[in-house]
């Protein structure tokens, strides 16, 4: 079987939520969040975990209020674990459920320090740092690495504590 950008088989709502991830990208956040949202009705509070995680993961960017963010980040963290490597290997053949956890706290993290809450913040922190051994040594990994160190940095820089 050809392989398809590294996935196991194509799967129709993964593309379509990547096309969402495309435009809000391409800065249509609007419209980003409306397909989300008409995506996230069709997939239901109870459908498939893997869908649910990428959607909530992204939609979460698309919020305007920091709370709003932090709900849609909390639906990823629910979904997650619920995940199973196997679910993951028909979507990407060398991902596993634990390499989803260190960007999922950062984002937890990061939305706790947006709305005041410094040791929450810190706690989410602390479970990315636990998590992020899963990563691989690549951009992606990198990037989620230099983010935990950046927003360690901004909240030992000072900030109100829960």
């Given at each position: 079987?050809?392989e ?8 129709a709502?993964?593309t379509r ?8 990208r391409g ?10 949202l ?10 498939d ?20 963010e ?5 639906r990823?963290?629910s ?17 596993q459920?634990?390499a ?17 809450r410094a ?13 992020v ?9 990198d990037?989620?690495r ?6 360690e940095g ?7 504590s829960?």
């Amino acid at each position: 079987m050809a392989e398809h950008q590294g996935t196991a088989a194509p799967d129709a709502v993964m593309t379509r939520i990547g096309q969402v991830i495309m435009l809000h990208r391409g800065g249509d956040r609007e419209e980003a969040r409306s397909r989300f949202l008409d995506l996230w009705a069709e997939i239901g509070e109870d459908g498939d975990p893997l869908h649910r995680c990428m959607l909530a993961h992204h939609m979460a960017d698309t919020q305007d209020d920091p709370a709003d963010e932090l709900a849609w980040d909390l639906r990823a963290l629910s979904a997650a674990e619920e995940l199973t490597d196997g679910r993951i290997a028909e979507h990407h053949h060398s991902l596993q459920a634990r390499a989803f956890y260190p960007s999922l706290h950062l984002n937890l993290a990061a939305d706790h320090m947006r709305l005041g809450r410094a040791d929450t913040a810190r706690a989410h922190l602390r479970l990315a740092r636990e998590t992020v051994g899963a990563l691989a040594d690549d951009d992606y990994g990198d990037g989620i690495r230099s983010a935990l160190t950046r927003l360690e940095g901004q909240l030992d820089g000072g900030g109100p504590s829960d």
